[in-house]
Every structure is written in structure tokens, then in C-alpha cells.
């Protein structure tokens, strides 16, 4: 099994940053993502990030803005949220995926295990 728990949320002038930590517990995992969830919205992906290679993957609406990262060290992954918009506010999951590699990023369903989410709310 692997655990994780998100941090970092929080309120946020537009045009602010935040830095959303996911820490990881339990088993190894190698392909992770952040995924947002409005109020009456579905759970849309925001970025994804393989360990193997570092390689990254954003949906368009975060790119040049975001930044994913990930911190074996510390068995941490981050996401650098600059320029943010109110469009930007919701709730904020990092999900994990263990084997192999997913289809797509995007999807929500490859991945097996969720944190709980932070909450992040940008005003105007």
C-alpha cells in the first residue's frame, strides 16, 4: 500500500504561489500526479511526473505556471503553483500509481491510490 497526505494549501491573492507537498509512505510508486477538483466540477489532472526519468506532463491551462517535482530524498512530491487565478481555486490530490505505466496521465482512473486533498482558494 502507499499512503499520502497533501500540504501546502491555503488562501491566495491572484497573482500569489503556493507549493503543494505530497509526502509518501508505504510502498514504492513511480508514477505520480495532481489532479484539482472544483465545487460541482469533476477531478480534472493538472500534472503528472515519472520517477524513473523526471519526465513531466501538464494540462494546458498550467503551463509555464506550474511545476512539478519529486524529492526521492524525501520520499516528497511538490507542486510549484506560481501566477495563480481564481480559476485556479479547488481541491488539490495527489494520487499515485505503482507498476506500470499509465495509458495516459490524465486519467484518473490509472491511478490506485489518493491523499485526502488541500484546499486552495484564490481571490481576486
Known amino acids: 500500500q502507499v499512503q499520502l497526505e497533501e500540504s501546502g494549501g491555503g488562501l491566495v491573492q491572484a497573482g500569489g504561489s503556493l507549493r503543494l507537498s505530497c509526502a509518501a509512505s508505504g510502498r514504492t510508486f513511480s508514477w505520480a500526479a495532481w489532479f484539482r477538483q472544483a465545487p460541482g466540477k469533476e477531478r480534472d489532472f493538472v500534472a503528472g511526473i515519472t520517477r524513473s526519468d523526471v519526465s513531466t506532463y501538464y494540462t494546458d491551462s498550467v503551463k509555464g505556471r506550474f511545476t512539478i517535482s519529486w524529492d526521492n530524498a524525501k520520499s516528497t512530491v511538490y507542486l510549484q503553483m506560481n501566477s495563480l487565478t481564481p480559476e485556479d481555486t479547488a481541491v488539490y490530490y495527489c494520487?499515485?500509481?505503482?507498476?506500470?505505466?499509465?495509458?495516459?496521465?490524465?486519467?484518473?482512473?490509472?491511478?490506485?491510490?489518493w491523499g485526502q486533498g488541500t484546499q486552495v482558494t484564490v481571490s481576486s
Open positions: 494520487a499515485a500509481r505503482r507498476f506500470t505505466r499509465p495509458s495516459s496521465y490524465a486519467d484518473r482512473n490509472a491511478y490506485t491510490y
